[in-house]
């Protein structure tokens, strides 16, 4: 989600039910843009280079290789819940080499980044699951099965995210690997971030939690690790220019705008669910 603006212009049928929001597309500059029935962006490619990330908030929900000791080639199973314009799912699978799954309840966004965004084929590498992001990461099956989680959940008016309670974030830490790193885009400038990331808090932890200043438009990425603490500026740095060489994403940008999160409020604590039988 980005608060920016374009005129949208060409509508995308579907299948959805009426209670999901229409899909238009736009395009401006060699860039198409998707909408969901608003001006709001709710996605973007670059059509002359679909692998590379064109919004800023979107490269950075990429800031989870920081975490990462293998940045250079990461390895494992990456998901995103909410496909928007699909450019995390592309960069992660095409350019990463991932083993990726985008898990997306419009029908008529899966469709839209089919016909206009170069969505891939479905394969042993990637799913496509149209579903409900929280029934994705609370299904027992998806425990301690994913390694990068990128949440980016926010409704047609780019108000704020769909899912935001203790008790998803708890289910995302659940669904997470030991070590696994999960990036949430919120509205930094809302009233409701610092309680977004104290829910965070409650189910990382303090010291896996960090968060990247707004964009100009508003939009703050939060990074939360499982079980692992943030790595030293040293070593941050030395990934950050590994990142720019081979990836061409601004990670030395990232590390200037870094910063530590608040202790939750006790209120906002919650016990990570238990591990369902064996």
């Known amino acids: 989600m980005s608060r920016a603006a374009v005129p949208s212009n060409a509508p995308v049928p579907g299948s959805a039910g009426a209670e999901l929001p ?126 990068v989680l990128c949440v980016d959940l926010y409704d047609a008016e780019a108000a704020g995210p769909v899912l935001d309670s203790a008790e998803f974030y708890a289910a995302c830490h659940g669904a997470l690997c030991d070590g696994g790193v999960m990036t949430v885009n919120l509205f930094g400038r809302a009233a409701t971030f610092e309680r977004s990331v104290e829910r965070i808090v409650a189910a990382f932890g303090v010291d896996g939690v960090r968060s990247l200043k707004p964009t100009r438009e508003g939009n703050s990425v939060v990074i939360a690790m499982k079980h692992v603490t943030f790595p030293g500026r040293d070593e941050l740095a030395r990934r950050a220019e590994n990142i720019e060489t081979r990836w061409k994403l601004p990670a030395r940008k990232w590390l200037r705008i870094l910063r530590a999160n608040p202790d939750p409020s006790p209120a906002a604590t919650l016990p990570l669910p238990a591990l369902p039988p064996a």
């Open 22 to 147: 229409e899909v238009t597309i736009s395009e401006s500059d060699g860039v198409r843009f998707l909408h969901l029935g608003t001006p709001w962006i709710q996605g973007a490619m670059r059509i002359d280079d679909p692998l590379d990330i064109e919004l800023e908030y979107v490269q950075r929900m990429m800031a989870w290789l920081l975490c990462r000791e293998d940045a250079a080639a990461p390895r494992g199973h990456a998901v995103q819940l909410g496909l928007g314009a699909g450019a995390i799912t592309r960069f992660c699978l095409r350019r990463l080499k991932m083993r990726t799954t985008a898990v997306e309840l419009n029908r008529r966004v899966i469709d839209a980044c089919r016909h206009w965004f170069r969505l891939p084929e479905e394969s042993a590498r990637f799913a496509m699951l149209e579903m409900d992001a929280g029934a994705f990461v609370a299904d027992p099956r998806r425990r301690e099965t994913i390694d």
